[in-house]
C-alpha cells in the first residue's frame, strides 16, 4: 500500500508500504494511484515527494506476481500520470531504486538520492527488459551509450556514480526524505516542462549503427543463448532511431516475448532459490532461525597453495584478522608475496585500501591457537589432512571451530581424528577462492548446528552464496559431476570428439565444454582421485579389465592421456592442443583423433554418429539423475539447493535455471523415459538408472519443483 501525509504545510507526501523492500504489489500501485490522485487535487499541495518505508525506496516490481494474473494498476500508465502532473513530483531515495523502482523516479520530476542508496535496472537479470518506460527514458537522460551499459548488464550503480551519469538530481548524507521535502518546497510553482524525461530528444550518437553493432555483438558473445540482453538492446534502440510513444511500444512488444518465456521463469527460480539457500536446514532438525552463529574475529588458513592463498585473500577482504599458515618456507614466501599482490588488485578495482595488516605469516602451526576459526586448505590427500586435524585438535584453543577445504573427502572421519568433532564442518570453496561465489558448507554426523550457523554465517560476510549439504564422497556438486564427465568419455569411446562434446554444452549455454575445463583444471587431478579409488592403475589399461572396473563400465581416455604427460593447459596438450604449456587458446589436435581412432580399433569399438542431442541428454541426464540420489539420500535439503550450487560453481547457464529446474521444463516424465533408454542400452552403467525419487515424481503428476519438498518428505518418512 501506499500512505498519504501532507508535510510542511503544502506537500504531499508519498509513503510505499511493502516490508521488506517495497515491491511494487498491486496494493502498492492501488496506493499509488489513488494517493498521487489526492495529492494533485488538493489546492494546499503545491509538490510532492515519493519515497519508501524504512529506509528503501522500492525494490522494482513484485516478482512474485510475475507467476499469478497480474491485477491492479500497471505501471506504464501509473509513471505517466505523475510525469504529466502539473505539481513537482519528486522521489527521495534511500536503500535501494531497481527496477520498477527506478523506473518510478525517472517518471517523478526530481531525484534526490542518499549517498548510500544503490540504483539500477536490474530486469535483464530475471530475463525481462525495463518495461515501465525504463528503457526509453533513461537513454533520454543519460545517453544512449550509459543507458546500454546499464540496461543490459542490470549493474546496480552507486549515488555517487548516479549523480556523475546525471540519474539523480542531488546526493544527500542527510535524511533523505527531509532533504527532499525541502527541495520540494524551493521548486513548488516552477514549470515543469523541462522535467518530463520522455519529452526529451534522445540523443543520437553519430555512429549509431556501429555503437549498437558493437553492443548487440558483445551482449550476444556473453549472453551465451539469453535471450534478454537481446532484446534490451533492440528496445533502447529504439529509443534511439523512434518517438517516444513507439519507443513504448517497441518495450511493450519485446516484453511480451520475454515476460512468457521458461528463461525468464528459470531466472526467477534462481532469483528465489538463491535467497531460499539461506534458510538451511539439516535433517537433524537443525535451522538456520534456531542455530546462532558465534562471531568470528580471527581465522586461520593452513596451507597455502593456489586454494589456500585464494581463501586468505577473501577472509582478509572481510576486515577479519588472519593467520596464514605454511610449513615449506619456500612456499611460504612465494604465498606471502602472491596474496599481497592479490590483496592490493582487488582493493584497486574496488577502490579501497588493501588489507595487507590483515594477514600475518606464520611457518608454525601453533600460531593458530587463538583462532576462532581455522580453514585447512592443504592437498586433497587423507592422510595428511588426518595429521593436521590431530594437530589442530592438540593446538588451538578450546572451542575453535575446524573446517577442511577438500572437495571430496569424508568430513566425518576428519572430525574423528579430533577431541570435538561437533566443532567440525568441511567448507568447501570453489578456485579461485577470492572470486568464485560458492561455498558449499558441509555437515558431518557430529558436526553442531552452532558450527555449521557459524561456517554460513561467514561464508555470507565473505560475499559468498553458502549452501548447506551433507557428508558424502563429493558432497553434491562434485558428486553430480562425475557421472558427467564419465559420460563424456564414454561417447567419445563411441564415436565423438572433444570438439563434438564441447559444442553441444557450450551452445546449451555452458561458458566451456567439459574437455575444454578439464584441460584448465588439469587432467592430473581426476587421475590422481581415480588413483586413490584403486580405479586407474598403468597395468589395467590393457586386456580384459581395460573397460570394466569394480564391476562396471569404465573409461581409461583420462588416464591414458596421463600416461603421455597430456595434462592439460598446464603441459601444452590434453583433450587440446596449445601453443605452449600455460597456454589458453585451445585447438583441435591431429594427434588426440588418431589416438581415439586406435583406442577404438584395439578395444573392438565402432565409431558410429552421434548428434549432439545425444551428448546432452545423456550427459545432463545422468548429472541430474545423481541430483535425484542426493534429494533422495538427504544430502541436499531441496532442488535449489542443487541448482544454486550448479548456478555459482559449476557455470550451468543461469537461464536454464539449474539442472533440478531444468529437468521440470523438460519434463520428469522425458527425463525418465530417456534414462530408461540410455539405461537399456548401456546396463553396465549404474548412473544411468533412474533414481526412485525421480520415478515417484513422476508417478505422483510431475509436480511443479516447489512441491518436490514434499514428496522427498514422504519418501522419508517411508524409509
Ligand atoms: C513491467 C515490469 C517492470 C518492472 C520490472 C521489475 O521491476 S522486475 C524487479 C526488479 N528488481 C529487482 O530485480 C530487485 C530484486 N531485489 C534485490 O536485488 C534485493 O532484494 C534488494 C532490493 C537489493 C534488497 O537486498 P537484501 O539483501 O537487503 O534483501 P534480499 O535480497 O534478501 O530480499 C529480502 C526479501 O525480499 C524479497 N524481494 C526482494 N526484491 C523483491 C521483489 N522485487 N519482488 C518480490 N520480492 C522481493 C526477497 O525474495 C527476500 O525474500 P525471501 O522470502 O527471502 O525470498
Redesign the pocket.
Known sequence: MAQYSCVSGSVGLITLKNP??N??SAAVRHGIVDTVKRALSEPKVKSVVICGQNG?FC??????EFASDMSGPP??PMIHAIEAANKPVVAAIE??A????L?LALGCHYRIAHSKA?LGL??V??G?L???G?TQRLPRLIGVPAALNLITTGR?VTAAEALQLGVVDQVTDQNTVDAAVKFALSVAGQSLDARRISTYPCPRPSDLDALFDGVMQKVRQSARGAIAPVACVQAVRAAATLPYTQGMEREKEL?ATLFTSGQARALQYC??AQ??V??WSMPSGARWDTSKPRPVHKAAVIGLGTMGRGIAVALAQTGLSVVAVETQEKQLMEAKQAVSGMLERGAKRRGVAPALDGISYSGNIQAVADADLVIEAVFEDMTLKEKIFQQLSAVCKPGTFLCTNTSALDVDHLASQTRNPELVVGMHFFAPAHVMKLLEVVYGTRSSPQAVATAMQLGKKMGKVSVAVGNCRGFVGNRMLKPYLEQAFFLLEEGATPELVDRALEEFGFAMGVFRVSDLSGLDVGWKVRKGDGLAEPEMATGQSARIRQGRRYSPLGDLLCEQGRYGQKTGQGWYQYDKPGGRVARSDPWLHSFLEEYRARHGLVARRIDQQEVLERCLYVLINEGFHILEDGIAAGPEDIDVIYVFGYGWPRHRGGPMFYASMVGLAKVLERLEHYHQAHPDVPYMQPCNLLRRLVASGSPPIQRWREVIKKLHSQL
Do not use: N, Y
Open positions: 521488506p523492500v515491491a511494487l528503501i525494490g522494482g516490481a513484485d516478482i512474485r505501471l506504464v536503500g535501494s531497481l527496477g520498477g523502482g523506473e544503490k536490474p530486469e537479470t530475471l525481462l525495463p518495461a515501465a525504463g546496480h516484453m532469483f528465489f535467497r531460499a539461506g534458510r
